[in-house]
């Protein structure tokens, strides 16, 4: 059977804005793209999301909608030469017709400063509109004159419906799609593909695709492709995970107590199990924030910030490069030293408030910006700490009712221990009791 060269992610493109999935947000009714588009208008924009969320598409429906002449570059492969001739291209265009080029600048981050300013000139003139397409955050990308030209417009990953009709709809599609191969996509094989993905939709049509040629090549009729084909068709073993199962629940529990138990081998091999099953890295790296809080907390302050550059890695580089991102952070903490004070002091005085209620605030700590206010006694006999030895003074903070209360107990570990030390010599100067 003849199969079309041209991949099946690009042949299956939506051309309507009623197709694109997963982004309502931005193409809701009551959206101001979609309202512009459907008035036959568009306005410089950069499309920020992750891989396979639809950009290049949704810069393929502007153009559809708007008519306007349509010009389009990658800033991997082109510069300011390129970039000329398409300006030059563009104002013959408007001399003839009077209108706008729109330019899909795919990458756009990869643009250094200078290549970005080359842009400004003709989008204040109205020469071309921009629509940029990146995976980067574009306040650190891309230059401020440039983003208060444009909106910037965030894309979200597909979610797992929408990467699973997606599929239905090119194994129906027998215009564009793999409609007219009539090939048998079983239910745990589909659920597979879907979840290989990560919500990248390209990811999953170039798989389902590669694995469709494998059957057809390799198998008779009729046309059956069940989980063990497509594991053999996209090289790759699935491993026994379900993400909104037990396994799931399992496997992340079993990462966080490695870590919390500073068993740094047993850590990596859960975090790679998951990663490897194809669990959501964002997913991962939120827990590993939550727990450089709870169980490390200030035993070593450090911990937080990894975790979040790992977080931040994945979503700026992505795979495969900030699998090790991710792998850092497991590492570091693991092997932090341990103290779950914070989570403690967190429940201790949630209790308290559920208990005690909304005490006062105490007059001399509250603010007094009016004259009112301070003839009723606001801020009154409150001593700026900055003014005394040490930047410290002996007046209380807490209502009147708690000012006993303890809450965060530091332990002797990592930084609290220093921590515990100041403390200590904080209550001995008010001389209080230290716990």
Known sequence: MKVSETPLADRVRPDRLEDMMGQEHILGSKSVLRRALLSGRIFSVILWGPPGSGKTTLARLITRYTRNPFQAFSAVTSGLKELRQIIAEAEKDREETGKSTILFVDEIHRFNKAQQDAFLPHVESGLIILVGATTQNPSFEIISPLLSRTRVMVLNPLDEEAIKTILLRALKDKEHGLGKISIDVRPEALEYLVFLSAGDARRALNNLEIATLYVIEDKGRPYVLDLKVAEIAINRKSLPYDKDGEEHYNIISALHKSMRGSDVQASVYWLYRMLEAGEEPLFIARRMIRFASEDIGLADP???????????????????EAKLALTQSVVYLAAAPKSNALYITEKAVKKEIAYSGAQPVPMHIRNAPTKLMKALGYSQ????????????????????KLKERVFYRPTNRGREKEIRKRIFELNNKKGKKSE
């Open 381 to 400: 006999g409150y001593r700026y700490p900055h003014n005394y030895s040490d930047a410290w003074v002996d007046q209380e903070h807490l209502p009147e």
């Open 302 to 320: 450090n911990a937080l910030s990894i975790a979040l550059a790992a977080f931040e890695a994945w979503e700026k580089v992505g795979p495969p």
